[in-house]
């Protein structure tokens, strides 16, 4: 990873752009998002400060503030627009946040884990039976009203898992802690819920 600008020779913060000269910065390999972004790796990420960082980032990088410079130049102008909002997507995202980290730290991948912590099991097996009978219920019926209840639970839930991620990340662990297996499987138990909000939302859909 460069540390410094390779023009003016400032400390760079992302590797995309020297926000002292305004140069591009060219990239042997992709940097990290967090890189990209000029941001130390961490889970704890505020949406808001995020989105002024892309934009103080994207002024900076603009293909359009290079439409008179070489054509080396405008490509890398637009290549590193593209790897920063590359980054931002990602970031942005609690859940891919959160699985790059876990997968930086040569934590198991999602293909490699896939159990969900034991006590979430016992709840997974009645929201199951819950959402088989609400797809098999007519509109307005109570199995209906059931669903959009499970609907408010499933989302308390899920914000209560990734609480309990974001603090298993911070700080970050060491890589390959046996911690990191943990954590993959809260992400495999917010993966279902994910899941079955969307069928939930199906189901809402079709009702109306």
Request: with cysteine.
């Amino acid at each position: 990873m460069k540390t410094n600008c390779s023009e003016c020779e400032a400390e760079l913060a992302s590797q995309l752009v020297c926000e002292a000269c305004g140069t591009l910065q060219a990239c042997e390999q992709s940097p990290t998002p967090f890189e990209a972004m000029g941001l130390e790796p961490s889970q704890a990420l505020d949406l808001g400060a995020l989105k002024k960082r892309l934009l103080q980032l994207s002024r900076a990088m603009h293909p359009d503030f290079f439409g008179n410079s070489d054509e080396t130049t405008r490509q890398l102008a637009i290549d590193n627009t593209a790897e920063l909002n590359y980054a931002f997507e990602l970031l942005s995202d609690d859940m891919a946040r959160a699985d790059w980290l876990v997968r930086s730290l040569d934590g198991p991948k999602e293909s490699d884990e896939r159990q969900m912590p034991q006590a979430f099991l016992m709840e997974v097996m009645e929201w199951n039976e819950l959402l088989e009978e609400a797809r098999e219920a007519a509109p307005g019926s109570p199995e209906q009203a059931a669903a959009v209840q499970l609907g408010s639970t499933l989302e308390d839930e899920r914000k209560v898992i990734m609480q309990a991620v974001a603090a298993a990340l911070t700080p970050l662990p060491s890589a390959g802690d046996a911690t990191l297996t943990d954590i993959r499987k809260q992400m495999n138990a917010v993966r279902y819920v994910d899941r079955a909000l969307h069928q939930l939302s199906e189901l809402a859909v079709r009702a109306n």
